[in-house]
């Protein structure tokens, strides 16, 4: 299984800023996704992130909003910008296994974001 | 388009009772089903999952879930519940046919409360 680090763990922010978080694998993975979860609600995928390339984002997702980068297999960020208070959101960062561990999406604890 | 659904928004249970936590699901081909449990303030961690293979399948700290395909359901199970296992918990499918690896659908989340 692959270990994920987020940073910062939580945040308020005001109206109008940006904020980046930080995602760290403690091995090399193929793949690496960001979801965000909304209060009291479920999880939605944001965007896969391409190393060394642009990141694809899902419908509902720009990357004018939502700025990610990739550039090695183990780190990438994901900037949340020009914030407003429907922002205020669980960001995860998430790989996916290998081996024994194929089709397995293993999660970061996630980012708190307040917007005030 | 592939859904999950969680019936229940809440399920509760004494300890050492059997524990079920309901999911059905629809999809275009076949399924990669998951469950995924987050305990309060944390990121999601990972119990079990079907791909292929025993319908029965066995995870992490005693679950199991009975993939049955004429009723399209993955339901959840626990022969004895632990206070422990007070947490919130997520079914996730993956189309086969049309999603790429890391686009999991998840449901609403059934919250789980075992009273001593």
């Known amino acids: 299984s692959a270990v994920i680090s987020q940073k910062p763990s939580r945040d308020i922010c005001q109206r109008g800023t940006s904020l980046t978080i930080q995602c760290q694998v403690d091995?090399?993975?193929?793949?690496m996704f960001w979801y965000r979860q909304q209060p009291g609600q479920s999880l939605t995928l944001i965007a896969t992130a391409n190393q060394g390339s642009e990141a694809t984002y899902e419908s509902g997702f720009v990357i004018d909003k939502f700025p990610i980068s990739r550039p090695n297999l183990t780190f990438s960020t994901l900037t949340v910008s020009n914030m407003s208070p429907e922002d205020s959101s669980i960001y995860l960062c998430s790989a996916l296994g290998a081996g024994r561990s194929t089709g397995e999406l293993f999660f970061g604890e996630g980012s708190r974001l307040t917007v005030l | 388009a592939q859904s999950v659904a969680q019936p229940e928004d809440q399920v509760n249970v004494a300890e050492g009772n059997p524990l079920t936590v309901k999911c059905t699901y629809s999809?275009?081909?076949?399924?990669?089903l998951f469950w995924y449990v987050q305990y309060p303030n944390r990121g999601l961690q990972f119990l079990l999952k079907?791909?292929?293979?025993?319908?029965l399948v066995k995870g992490s700290y005693g679950f199991e879930a009975e993939f049955n395909k004429s009723q399209t359901s993955f339901h959840l199970k626990k022969p004895s519940a632990l206070v422990s296992d007070s947490a919130l918990y997520f079914c996730?499918?993956?189309?086969?046919?049309?999603?790429?690896?890391?686009?999991?659908?998840f449901g609403a989340g059934t919250q789980v409360v075992v009273t001593p």
């Open positions: 079907y791909i292929t293979g025993d319908n």
């Open positions: 999809v275009s081909g076949n399924p990669y």
């Open positions: 996730a499918v993956r189309d086969q046919l049309t999603d790429s690896w890391g686009k999991l659908q």
């Open positions: 091995s090399q993975v193929t793949m």
